[in-house]
Nanobody, 120 residues
Framework: QVQLVESGGGLVQAGGSLRLSCAASGRTFRSYDMGWFRQAPGKEREFVAAVSWSGGYTYYKDSVKGRFTISRDHAKNTVYLQMNSLKPEDTAVYYC?????????????WGQGTQVTVSS
């Protein structure tokens, strides 16, 4: 069992930055690939980024490549999503997930989400 708690969301102007954190509990955290998803109002949840269990492999949605960076810290049982050059279309509730298969990520455990709002 893995429990996930996201933090770091908020309101930011276009062009600004935010860093989301996802704190995980459970000794099996380091055995899971980790992912970030987002869901905008009226839209389906979509994949954003994923990182392998080792941290050595990452994969991104095309529209966030070069702007977002996913990373993980096993010592802190935490996954991060650094978001730079934010755009209004990045506005959504962001969720982290523990699962498998970085390039076609399947989440097994999910957090409750954190709101990111980007103003124009």
């Amino acid at each position: 069992q893995v429990q996930l708690v996201e933090s770091g969301g908020g309101l930011v102007q276009a062009g600004g930055s935010l860093r989301l954190s996802c704190a995980a509990s459970g000794r099996t955290f380091r055995s899971y690939d980790m992912g970030w998803f987002r869901q905008a109002p009226g839209k389906e949840r979509e994949f954003v980024a994923a990182v392998s269990w080792s941290g050595g492999y990452t994969y991104y949605k095309d529209s966030v490549k070069g702007r977002f960076t996913i990373s993980r810290d096993h010592a802190k049982n935490t996954v991060y999503l650094q978001m730079n050059s934010l755009k209004p279309e990045d506005t959504a509730v962001y969720y982290c997930a523990a699962g498998q298969t970085v390039r076609s990520f399947q989440g097994t455990y999910w957090g409750q989400g954190t709101q990111v709002t980007v103003s124009s």
